[in-house]
């Protein structure tokens, strides 16, 4: 164990230890005398010694040494004795026997041993190994405590560090913590890694340096274990930008596992919105503890190597052994039970498993504790089979919790455990419990009431009551009779299994009936199979009359789904004869409605057809539904939906496995997204569409038992069967051509059917002969070559290639944002990407801490690309403070507002990313009309709200008043008769406004212009030249205001635009070197003043405004100097996350102090 450091002093040690290992820095020592055969008297003289000098009289036998080569300081990382003479050593760690500190050795090899080398400093390699060992010492302390418990204090005050550390909101909630080393090129920065729900966090203080990173798990593109120069064992985490490497875990294997399921669950969370309303689990993330998260994993495991349904929650999972009979002994296993299964697998893998539905199940006892069969349980089930489990530790709770699911799944069916002797009857044609009248008798004891019996009695006739293939089976074919005589030899073969091995769905499932399957499921056997596999039989026993009833609500409704699925009904198996008919075409129609009906996020999807069409021909109506439900919603999770994220991902495992297990063939073709786009419809049609039916079927009798990892092993096989030619081709179409003949030319020489051209395949009639491939030989070669890859394997791929594929598609939405953005804007494309990302960080961050917000804010794949991801006014606030250059002091956001309402056209109350794009590039890249007509649209409604028109203005100056004398000179001292310059300003714009078609703006009330003026000075503060800004928009606004007073009064007169340009003449001065413009027509000395006009009354146009200032060059300067965006970004990437933790305008700090945004 390691131990605190603490320095020791004692001389002479040296002669009580044996070195047994030494490195360059390390050496593992022996207590003399312990564990030598012949050392009796030695090691009692050093027992006796150490009883003498160590106060404890117990000294452990293994310890290993710091040895710093040109330093004279030893620690001692084991025990904590001096080396030789009075040399300093620090007592870290001890161990009792040699695997223990054999352990210590391996660890400190892999995780420190290259580390140290990079230390120039030998004081530093010592204080680098304390610090280390330091931390797994609370680390594993915590890990000890929490295995018991969750030990409060230790995580309170981890928890205090990561608040304080990383300032984030309350509702960023910490999962766990692990010390570890973050790698900065060649130099390990030893800290303390934090993971929370939805941010990756390190610090560390090391040497008087801080380092902060954050990193959000919803921009983490790659997660995986591997090895650097230094370290053999480290776990990279990949963003867009830049890669991280972090190691020397105390446990490298829990700690990866953690960081890979936040990251799988966040990104769900927050990119698949399709799963986020599926899974209620990911609603609240802020009840994801760490516990959490191992109990999600173990569920999704269950779930998964089970194939049950989604809403299935695991409740325990304990050791035990199951009687199995075949076998005539105990088989030591695992028992899991959940909401309405218990369920069985045997520690050897493959050699058994049971799935016991509790519907299934009459009754649940203990059983008599003896020494042969200690703590039994006899589970006994409808088909007069019980099942013995015994060695089940806490038994008693365990029962009770059975007893009471038990009740509450035959619950809403009372009579059911009064009536299941009366249905135990099974024929040999029936396969298992599932008799022809069973759904009948179960449909009765549920049945509501007589008059809904009756309904169902008259819809009967709609349904198909037999499968297909037996209303459309073909004959007369030569060389039937030899396949009939193979299909009796497989039957007889199945009812010897059925004996001894069980025919309901809770048989025990064994290495033998896969070979049974491998073979290829007799045509009288393969749809109740299909259901029994699959536990369809289940659903279609817990929802009787469900599907009439889905068929009566969803016929004759017309939506997008119908009329796809109109679309491809014709094109569902049309060489086969069922579906040359109205009688398929109507049973294909109506399952196909009913199920989109069913699941209207699904709907319908292309594959879809084919796939039901083959289960119409070996199942009766009602059972193929419940088998596509099967399929749809837990044997291919996530295949059919919007974006088919599932398949993709299981195209990503199927490359990673063509790399590891046909490496050559990988070596050659470098880019494999060749091969996945080919073998997509592989994965979504299970091989119907691209194989001859009558072995493609044989391929569904594995996918029904062995699930996806029958069509994983299959593809393998195929790929080795071309490898050779796969190899020697020159291009992709060259590869495809390779496949899909090889696929065209699979037989099946046992089927009893004639060969049914398949209308998919890619070669429809053959050129040249081909070799044919026997599809019984193809799946034995895929189980005997590729079949030892387990379903947890299947499923860890699965998490590490989900987060490439949901990083896959946002890299697609955010190129296709872009194309549509870039040709309207001037902003380069490279700002624009990072103008992107925070505008999607800024989204994102709502969801971190306010994840209760409106489904419909929250990010959406289904929408247009645009719309995907989108801002309300709180986020573009924030935005607008980080990035715009027209910053107003307090006035800022106000005016971020103002741009918000601007902006939001449809008036939702969010606004898109273009939105933003727009409006920067106008504040960045504009001509100064562009920015001053921007500015103008920000005073008047809907910009400006009525609040904001009757608030109080600050502009009190002097320099407003309309009383003052307005002079306007030339530099050089000369006059400007400005009377006739602005005369011909307005005639001029007078005309442009006739010649443009463009919407002409409002004009401005008098509050609406004093609010432009407030913004205009705000805007102008700090700025070098604010004296000469202040006094040119002093100018401007003077002169502004007369010319609405001077509009107001003509108006007032009856006097039209025209008029008051025409007669514009002020009085002036005796000077004729000065133009004075007062602010009535007449110099008012001895006049009256003019009656009050409503306020209403007083307007000035853009146009006016724009004139004026336009006489003012250092206003122009200021609009038109030349405005760089970079910065910004570059600001606003490292300050986004303090603006919004801190809620206060951002400002910058220094490098050291401030969080790497990754």
Not at 468 to 477: A, E, I, K, N, P
Not at 1005 to 1011: D, G, N, T
């Amino acid at each position: 164990m390691w131990l605190k450091p603490e320095e020791v002093l004692l001389k002479n040690a040296l002669k009580l230890w044996v070195t047994q290992k030494s490195s360059g820095y390390f050496i593992l020592q022996r207590r003399r005398g312990h564990g030598d055969g012949g050392g009796r008297f030695t090691g009692r003289l050093v027992g006796a010694l150490d009883a003498v000098l160590d106060s404890n009289a117990r000294v452990a036998p293994f310890r290993i040494l710091l040895q710093v080569p040109g330093s004279q300081v030893y620690s001692a990382i084991a025990c904590g004795e001096l080396l030789n003479g009075s040399e300093v050593y620090w007592a870290i760690a001890i161990g009792a026997t040699a695997e223990e500190i054999n352990q210590h050795w391996e660890w400190l090899e892999q995780n420190l041993l290259h580390t140290l080398s990079v230390f120039d400093n030998k004081e530093d390699i010592v204080s680098f190994v304390k610090g280390k060992v330091k931390a797994l010492i609370a680390e594993e302390t915590s890990s000890k405590l929490a295995e018991q418990e969750e030990d409060p204090e230790k995580f309170r005050e981890a928890l205090v560090k990561f608040e304080s550390r990383f300032n984030f909101p309350e509702a960023e909630k910490l999962i766990t913590y692990y010390s570890c080393c973050c790698w900065k090129g060649k130099v390990p920065r030893q800290g303390w890694l934090y993971l929370s729900i939805n941010h990756l966090c390190f610090y560390s203080f090391f040497l008087g340096k801080e380092l902060k990173l954050i990193i959000p798990w919803v921009e983490v593109q790659k997660l995986e274990r591997t090895s650097n120069v230094f370290m053999t064992d480290t776990v990279r985490v990949t963003t867009a930008n830049k890669e991280r490497d972090f190691s020397t875990f105390l446990n490298i294997s829990e700690a990866f596992r953690i960081m890979e399921q936040l990251a799988d669950v966040t990104l769900r969370r927050l990119l698949d919105n399709e799963i986020f309303e599926l899974d209620p689990g990911l609603q609240d993330p802020t009840q994801i503890t760490k516990r959490d998260l191992e109990a999600r994993a173990q569920n999704e495991f269950f779930r998964a190597f089970f194939r049950l349904p989604r809403k299935e929650k695991l409740h325990e999972v304990v050791d035990c052994s199951l009687w199995t009979p075949f076998s005539r002994c105990h088989t030591a296993g695992t028992m899991y039970t959940s909401d309405s299964y218990i369920c069985f697998a045997s520690k050897e893998n493959g050699c058994c498993t049971v799935i016991i539905p509790l519907r299934e199940v009459i009754s649940i006892e203990k059983m008599e504790d003896t020494s042969l069969l200690p703590n039994p349980i006899i589970v006994s089930i409808r088909s007069k089979t019980a099942f013995q489990f015994i060695e089940l530790k806490d038994r008693d709770t365990l029962v009770e919790n059975l007893l009471q699911r038990f009740k509450e799944v035959n619950s809403g069916n009372p009579l059911h455990c009064n009536n299941l002797q009366n249905q135990n009857s099974i024929g040999l044609g029936s396969v298992c419990t599932l008799g022809d009248d069973e759904p009948a008798c179960l449909g009765t004891e549920a049945s509501p009431g007589k008059e809904r019996r009756e309904r169902e009695k008259e819809n009967n006739y709609l349904l198909n009551a037999e499968a297909l293939r037996s209303d459309f089976h073909q004959s007369g074919v030569p060389g039937l009779d030899f396949g009939k005589s193979r299909e009796q030899i497989k039957e007889s073969l199945w009812d010897d299994h059925f004996v001894e091995y069980g025919r309901t769905v809770c048989m025990f499932r064994t290495e033998k009936i896969r070979k049974l399957v491998a073979m290829g499921i007799p045509e009288s056997l393969r749809g109740k199979l299909w259901l029994l596999f699959s536990d369809a039989q289940t659903d279609l026993a817990s929802h009787p009359g469900y599907y009439i009833h889905l068929v009566e609500a969803s016929m004759g409704k017309c939506c997008m789904a119908t009329e796809e699925i109109e679309r491809d009904l014709h094109r569902s198996l049309p060489e086969h004869p069922a579906f040359q008919s109205e009688t398929g075409i109507a049973a294909l129609r109506r399952v196909l409605t009913a199920y989109a009906h069913r699941n209207p996020k699904i709907g319908y999807c292309q594959s879809m057809n084919i796939l039901t069409s083959v289960l119409l021909l070996y199942a009766k109506e009602e059972e193929a539904f419940w088998l596509l439900v099967a399929v749809c919603e837990r044997m291919l999770p996530d295949y059919f939906n919007h974006r088919v994220i599932g398949a993709q991902v299981d195209q990503s495992v199927f490359e990673e496995l063509i790399k590891e297990q046909l490496p050559e063939l990988a070596e050659h073709m470098k880019d494999l997204t060749a091969l996945a786009s080919i073998s997509l419809s592989w994965f979504l049609t299970l091989f119907l569409s691209i194989m001859p039916l009558e072995s493609a079927v044989n391929v569904v009798d594995c996918f029904f038992y062995d699930g996806i990892k029958a069509i994983f092993q299959l593809g393998l096989a195929i790929l080795e069967a071309n490898a050779v030619d796969l190899c020697n081709s020159k291009d992709d179409g060259q590869a495809l051509m390779i496949l899909s003949r090889f696929l065209e030319h699979i037989k099946n020489e046992e089927s009893p059917l004639p060969p049914i051209g398949n209308h998919h395949a890619f070669f429809s009639d053959d050129q040249e002969s081909f070799p044919v491939t026997e599809i019984a030989n193809l799946i034995h070669d895929s189980y005997e070559k590729f079949g030892d890859h387990s379903v947890e394997q299947i499923e860890h791929m699965r998490y590490k290639h989900r987060i490439r594929v949901l990083q896959s598609h946002e890299d697609t939405t955010k190129q296709n944002v872009l194309r549509v953005v870039i040709p309207d804007v001037s902003i380069l494309p490279e700002d624009l990407e990072e103008l992107y990302d925070l505008f999607k960080r800024e989204h994102l961050i709502r969801c971190y801490w306010e994840s209760r917000s409106a489904v419909s804010e929250r990010h959406d794949p289904s929408r247009p690309y645009a719309e995907q991801y989108r801002i309300d006014a709180q986020q573009f606030a924030s935005l607008y403070r980080l990035l715009s250059p027209w910053t107003c002091g307090e006035h800022t956001d106000l005016l971020a507002h103002r741009t918000f309402r601007l902006l939001d056209d449809n008036m939702d109350r969010l606004i898109e990313f273009k939105g933003l794009a727009s409006c920067l590039d106008v504040m960045y890249n504009g001509e100064m009309n562009e920015k001053i007509k921007l500015l103008y649209k920000l005073h008047i409604p809907p910009a400006l709200t009525e609040n904001e028109r009757e608030s109080q203005s600050p502009l009190k100056n002097p320099l407003l008043s309309t009383s003052r004398p307005l002079v306007i000179g030339k530099s050089n001292g000369d006059a400007v008769d400005y009377q006739k310059q602005l005369k011909q300003m307005l005639k001029d714009l007078a005309k442009e406004k006739d010649t443009r078609t463009e919407k002409e703006l409002p004009k401005m009330s008098q509050k609406e212009f004093i609010q432009f003026c407030k913004t205009l000075y705000s805007m102008f503060h700090e700025d070098p030249e604010e004296n000469d800004l202040y006094q040119a928009i002093a100018t401007v606004t003077t002169l502004l205001l007369q010319i609405g007073e001077v509009g107001q009064r003509s108006i007032s007169l009856g006097s039209g635009s025209d008029e008051f340009t025409e007669d514009l003449q002020p009085e002036a001065s005796a000077s004729d070197q000065d133009a004075v413009f007062t602010d009535t027509v007449k110099t008012p000395h001895n006049d009256s003043q003019p009656s009050p006009v409503t306020e209403g009354d007083w307007t000035v146009s853009f146009e006016h405004i724009l004139a004026s200032l336009l006489t003012e060059q250092s206003l122009v300067n200021f609009f038109e100097k030349p405005l760089e965006l970079k910065p910004k970004l570059e600001n606003a990437k490292l300050n986004q996350y303090s603006l919004r933790t801190n809620g206060m305008s951002c400002q910058s700090r220094s490098e050291h102090a401030k969080p790497s945004m990754q």
